[in-house]
């Protein structure tokens, strides 16, 4: 099975692919059919205090997956993950503050 795997690389791209689905499930959510996704971009650029509502559930998502590969040992995987989650939270932090 494909979650088995240990090693860093899968790590990575399970860390760039996770938020990017919680992403598109926030937007059916909370969005979708009023707007579309250039619209939730638009108010997220316009609206730096939806940074945080969106960037959480993402992140949160990472986190849980984060945890079942430590508490699974698959510790490179778990690296992988965990490096992306925190280039992902420096982003929004950046991204939050930033004129």
């Not at 998502?61 to 040992?73: A, E, K, P």
Request: glycine share 6%.
């Amino acid at each position: 099975m494909i979650f088995k795997k240990d090693n860093l690389p899968f790590g990575l791209i399970l860390g760039l692919v996770t938020p990017m689905l919680s992403l598109i499930i926030y937007y059916f959510l909370k969005f979708y059919p009023l707007y579309s996704m250039g619209d939730m971009f638009g108010a997220l650029h316009d609206n730096k205090r939806l940074v945080t509502a969106i960037s959480i559930p993402c992140l949160f998502l990472n986190i849980v997956i984060f945890t079942l590969y430590i508490n699974s040992r698959k510790d490179q995987t778990a690296k992988g993950i965990f490096a992306v989650t925190l280039i992902y939270a420096i982003a929004a932090l950046l991204f939050k503050v930033w004129e």
